[in-house]
């Protein structure tokens, strides 16, 4: 977990909220949404009834709900909207050990990635809603901010990709773990390289094509 070490946040106008709350997602097919997050955020069901179920996996008295829209079909992933949602793990044993778990359930990330601050895990809800499962890789903002002025970032502000059950056996094994997240260097890399799993069809075409004619992308 990230330790604020500087008071650059202080001062703005007006006042802020003191933690995001809850999210909330409509769908056609409750069960299989409950289900999956029951089982991806470990959440616990704390109240249900035919038009919405709430769910916590912490002391908040919810943190996801899904309300059950009988009309909705799955998200449009070329729609704009929200990209994903997430959620930080206490540190990488953590983030792998769950890992390990819902693959043995069958629930296999779309796309494995360390983005210089984070190492994440992305997954598709059955609505093709995005969650992100990520650990900080750095103990600090300044750690973050003395990383990110040292241009990697600015080359390649996408991330590396890794393969988690490799990541997860260098873990078993005993391999430092500021050596397994610290994000190797590759140089450029352009969007269109981004999984189409994550991106969608459209959108991944879309890119493609922009790339192809030129575009700086």
């Known amino acids: ?42 959440a616990s069901i704390v109240h249900a009834n035919d038009q919405v179920t709430f769910l916590t996996y912490d002391d908040e008295h919810h943190r996801i709900a899904i309300a059950h829209v009988p009309i909705l079909g799955r998200r449009a992933k070329h729609r704009a909207g929200v990209d994903h949602v ?86 078993d094994s005993g391999e430092d773990i500021k050596v397994l997240t610290a994000r190797p260097r590759i140089g450029e890399r352009s969007a269109s390289s981004i999984p189409k799993a994550y991106l969608g069809r459209f959108a991944s075409l879309a890119v493609r094509t922009a790339k192809a004619l030129g575009a700086k992308v």
């Open 1 to 42: 977990m990230l330790q604020e070490t500087h008071d650059s946040r202080d001062g703005a106008d007006g006042i802020r909220p003191a933690f995001l709350a809850h999210i909330v997602l409509r769908t056609g097919q409750p069960k299989a949404m409950i289900d999956w997050y029951k089982s991806v955020l470990n």
């Open 86 to 171: 997430a959620f930080t793990y206490a540190n990488l044993p953590d983030l792998l050990t769950h890992f390990a778990h819902l693959r043995s359930m069958g629930i296999e990330p779309i796309w494995s990635i360390n983005h210089g601050p984070t190492t994440s895990l992305y997954y598709e809800d059955p609505d093709r809603n995005v969650l992100e499962l990520q650990v900080d890789n750095f103990s600090s903002l300044e750690e973050i901010a003395e990383w990110m002025e040292g241009g990697d970032f600015n080359e390649n502000p996408i991330g590396v990709d890794f393969d988690p059950v490799e990541l997860k056996r260098r873990l």
